[in-house]
């Protein structure tokens, strides 16, 4: 692995190329090859898949697959293909790293490792990262877990502790681990600092601490990198942008904003990035405010001819108010779920918490499509008269959206929605059994099209019968 930035020609031509024929953004060479890779599928946070998920005209299975107990991480992630063909799935809960089998004739949970014994702190459950040779890093306080596998051949084998590294004193909350596109992996603290490890032996390298006024939180949210070490990360006070050159970390720039909500609510959502190449770069998050808006900053050089939006700061390219988004309570913001995008198109939902969905949710699917003739952002289409609580996932295959919350009959359902007009597509009644709970987890999607989301205590598949 090289230390340094420098990429090589060959791959700068891969990523023109790329985004040439493809809205995906550039491919991280160092994440492994699965059908779910990381949280929210890359390190541009878009929540996308290349893969297919269900078609209009499929008939379901739903399977559940119990997971340790205590509760359960929002991410899954895909392994890469064992000798035999399959993946595996893994995740985490407060407690435990877990391991999932999904074919046609089994659907469990193989194998789990406890990391802590306390279910009341959360900092376990909320990132983990694939490497290859089917090993995970996740984290605990101030200590980075290495596992991997007693046989790496056997999907079924029994999870090892490999190695256990902890962070020198003052780094007191691992958290949010990212892989750039360097090789290294980003972490982020709860006090604000980032850091920057080794990707082969895991050492440190660099740390940054994010300047936090009084009463300014910075871990409420995941944050965003891109191909040339910028990451992008929100603050309950502001938006910023660092960079790590392969030697230090430095601040680019910051933009102080009223984003409303509280120490609970954060900003609202994870950064998400749009565009690539020479094409305009944009870095979105939805706030905290009543209703929510979905802003879009300039993540690069601000464009010369831009006039800026009056009484803003100049970098912020768009401001779009999402009608009737509302929170469901004080401690959550209306949109609390990371967008899904694809090209310069952005989708996101409506949020109805983490507790238990009740029977009168509050109701909200938006798109919205930035337009680069004219710099501006709008709004594609707005479903009124849906909930869907979990994080949302495209697929580029079938150009669906997908997702599941619960209705006024207090049923969940799951919902696919086409992706240019929101028209439902699908809506497959899943019952009133709890278990369907979604409390705001990502819904991956894997290669037999099966779909796989996490509840508080099991994960739920819903696939074509075949």
């Given at each position: 692995?090289?230390?340094?930035?420098?990429?090589?020609?060959?791959?700068?031509?891969?990523?023109?190329?790329?985004?040439?024929?493809?809205?995906?953004?550039?491919?991280?060479?160092?994440?492994?090859?699965?059908?779910?890779?990381?949280?929210?599928?890359?390190?541009?946070?878009?929540?996308?898949?290349?893969?297919?998920?269900?078609?209009?005209?499929?008939?379901?299975?739903?399977?559940?697959?119990?997971?340790?107990?205590?509760?359960?991480?929002?991410?899954?992630?895909?392994?890469?293909?064992?000798?035999?063909?399959?993946?595996?799935?893994?995740?985490?809960?407060?407690?435990?790293?877990?391991?999932?089998?999904?074919?046609?004739?089994?659907?469990?949970?193989?194998?789990?490792?406890?990391?802590?014994?306390?279910?009341?702190?959360?900092?376990?459950?909320?990132?983990?990262?694939?490497?290859?040779?089917?090993?995970?890093?996740t984290y605990d306080d101030n200590q980075l877990f290495l596992f991997s596998e007693k046989d790496p051949t056997d999907p079924y084998s029994e999870i090892v502790l490999e190695k256990k590294i902890?962070?020198?004193?003052?780094?007191?909350?691992?958290?949010?681990?990212?892989?750039?596109?360097?090789?290294?992996?980003?972490?982020?603290?709860?006090?604000?600092?980032?850091?920057?490890?080794?990707?082969?032996?895991?050492?440190?390298?660099?740390?940054?601490?994010?300047?936090?006024?009084?009463?300014?939180?910075?871990?409420?949210?995941?944050?965003?990198?891109?191909?040339?070490?910028?990451?992008?990360?929100?603050?309950?006070?502001?938006?910023?942008?660092?960079?790590?050159?392969?030697?230090?970390?430095?601040?680019?720039?910051?933009?102080?904003?009223?984003?409303?909500?509280?120490?609970?609510?954060?900003?609202?959502?994870?950064?998400?990035?749009?565009?690539?190449?020479?094409?305009?770069?944009?870095?979105?998050?939805?706030?905290?405010?009543?209703?929510?808006?979905?802003?879009?900053?300039?993540?690069?050089?601000?464009?010369?001819?831009?006039?800026?939006?009056?009484?803003?700061?100049?970098?912020?390219?768009?401001?779009?108010?999402?009608?009737?988004?509302?929170?469901?309570?004080?401690?959550?913001?209306?949109?609390?779920?990371?967008?899904?995008?694809?090209?310069?198109?952005?989708?996101?939902?409506?949020?109805?918490?983490?507790?238990?969905?009740?029977?009168?949710?509050?109701?909200?699917?938006?798109?919205?499509?930035?337009?680069?003739?004219?710099?501006?952002?709008?709004?594609?289409?707005?479903?009124?008269?849906?909930?869907?609580?979990?994080?949302?996932?495209?697929?580029?295959?079938?150009?669906?959206?997908?997702?599941?919350?619960?209705?006024?009959?207090?049923?969940?359902?799951?919902?696919?929605?086409?992706?240019?007009?929101?028209?439902?597509?699908?809506?497959?009644?899943?019952?009133?059994?709890?278990?369907?709970?979604?409390?705001?987890?990502?819904?991956v999607i894997g290669p037999d099209r099966s779909i796989i989301y996490n509840s508080k205590r099991s994960l739920v598949r819903i696939r074509p019968k075949y």
């Amino acid at each position: 692995m090289k230390k340094s930035f420098s990429i090589r020609p060959c791959y700068l031509l891969f990523l023109l190329v790329h985004w040439c024929f493809s809205q995906m953004p550039p491919e991280n060479p160092y994440l492994v090859d699965s059908p779910f890779c990381a949280v929210h599928n890359g390190s541009y946070r878009q929540g996308n898949t290349n893969l297919p998920g269900l078609k209009e005209e499929d008939k379901i299975a739903v399977a559940f697959a119990r997971t340790p107990k205590d509760r359960v991480s929002p991410w899954l992630l895909y392994s890469e293909k064992y000798p035999d063909g399959q993946n595996t799935i893994w995740g985490s809960t407060s407690t435990h790293i877990f391991k999932a089998i999904s074919t046609k004739e089994e659907f469990s949970v193989v194998s789990s490792f406890q990391i802590d014994k306390n279910p009341w702190i959360n900092d376990l459950s909320w990132s983990l990262l694939m490497l290859q040779n089917h090993k995970v890093l996740t984290y605990d306080d101030n200590q980075l877990f290495l596992f991997s596998e007693k046989d790496p051949t056997d999907p079924y084998s029994e999870i090892v502790l490999e190695k256990k590294i902890t962070m020198p004193k003052n780094i007191k909350s691992l958290s949010k681990l990212c892989r750039l596109y360097d090789g290294t992996i980003a972490f982020a603290s709860r006090d604000g600092l980032i850091g920057i490890i080794d990707g082969n032996d895991f050492s440190l390298l660099a740390t940054f601490q994010i300047p936090l006024k009084r009463g300014e939180k910075a871990y409420h949210n995941d944050y965003a990198a891109d191909e040339k070490g910028n990451i992008y990360i929100s603050t309950t006070k502001k938006m910023l942008s660092i960079q790590w050159n392969g030697k230090t970390i430095i601040p680019k720039w910051e933009v102080y904003m009223d984003f409303g909500g509280n120490r609970f609510q954060g900003i609202g959502t994870t950064p998400t990035l749009l565009g690539s190449g020479n094409n305009d770069k944009l870095v979105c998050v939805i706030d905290s405010q009543k209703p929510a808006r979905m802003l879009a900053f300039w993540r690069e050089e601000i464009p010369k001819d831009w006039k800026g939006i009056k009484d803003e700061n100049l970098r912020l390219a768009a401001i779009v108010e999402l009608p009737n988004s509302r929170p469901a309570s004080k401690l959550m913001a209306a949109i609390e779920n990371s967008p899904t995008a694809y090209g310069y198109d952005i989708a996101a939902a409506q949020y109805n918490g983490f507790l238990g969905q009740s029977c009168s949710t509050k109701k909200g699917v938006y798109k919205l499509r930035w337009q680069q003739e004219t710099n501006t952002m709008r709004l594609v289409w707005y479903r009124n008269d849906i909930n869907i609580n979990s994080v949302l996932v495209y697929s580029s295959a079938t150009n669906y959206l997908y997702g599941s919350g619960k209705e006024s009959d207090c049923s969940y359902y799951y919902y696919s929605l086409d992706w240019e007009t929101g028209r439902t597509v699908r809506k497959d009644r899943l019952g009133t059994d709890k278990r369907f709970d979604d409390p705001g987890n990502a819904n991956v999607i894997g290669p037999d099209r099966s779909i796989i989301y996490n509840s508080k205590r099991s994960l739920v598949r819903i696939r074509p019968k075949y």
